[in-house]
């Protein structure tokens, strides 16, 4: 497979994209080819962006396909349930996690395909890209970004750009 300008291209050193290098983190159980849920890890493949979620009330619009991230709005991460790696709305009783936070690491978000949408239940739900809580700490599989530099790639890139994160990485 070739990867072309357009691609987000996961290095050692940050995401490539563009002409830049963009310092990120991943998961704090590295890259893996046999991703679980609950193990921390950031999967290997190519990975498509789907949607971008942002909250209005604390930013404009960031591009013309961001949706809004509204007071209730959840993410199932149980799979157990139907539901499993889907936007649910509160109140919700199954596992899941609150997209509209107190602070700001969900404030802009870009979601991918990984195990979506015909999710196989405990393969692993939703890897993110976000912005990160500091330089270097490590995310629960997501990839986080300084939030400038989400910023700027948001308004790069648009649905169906792809993701590599190499398997050459895998743990």
């Given at each position: 497979m070739s990867y072309g300008p357009e691609?987000?291209?996961l290095t050692r050193t940050g995401l490539r994209f563009g002409g830049h290098l963009l310092p990120c983190t991943v998961g704090r159980g590295g890259i893996r080819t046999d991703k679980r849920e609950g193990d921390g890890?950031?999967?290997a493949g190519v990975h498509h962006i789907t949607a971008m979620l942002y909250r209005p009330d604390r930013m404009a619009k960031p591009a013309w396909w961001a949706l809004p991230i509204r007071p209730g709005d959840l993410w199932s991460d149980d799979p157990k349930d139907p539901a499993?790696?889907?936007?649910?709305?509160?109140?919700?009783a199954p596992s899941h996690e609150r997209l509209r936070r107190g602070d700001p690491l969900y404030d802009l978000v870009l979601?991918?395909?990984?195990?979506?949408p015909e999710a196989e239940p405990g393969r692993g739900s939703?890897?993110?890209l976000h912005r990160w809580r500091r330089p270097g700490f490590e995310t629960e599989g997501c990839?986080?970004?300084a939030p400038h530099h989400l910023r700027w790639l948001v308004g790069q890139i648009g649905p169906g750009t792809r993701l590599v994160v190499p398997e050459a990485?895998?743990?």
């Open positions: 691609d987000l291209i890890a950031t999967p499993y790696n889907q936007l649910v709305r509160a109140p919700y979601l991918t395909d990984w195990n979506w939703a890897i993110f990839i986080a970004f990485f895998a743990g």
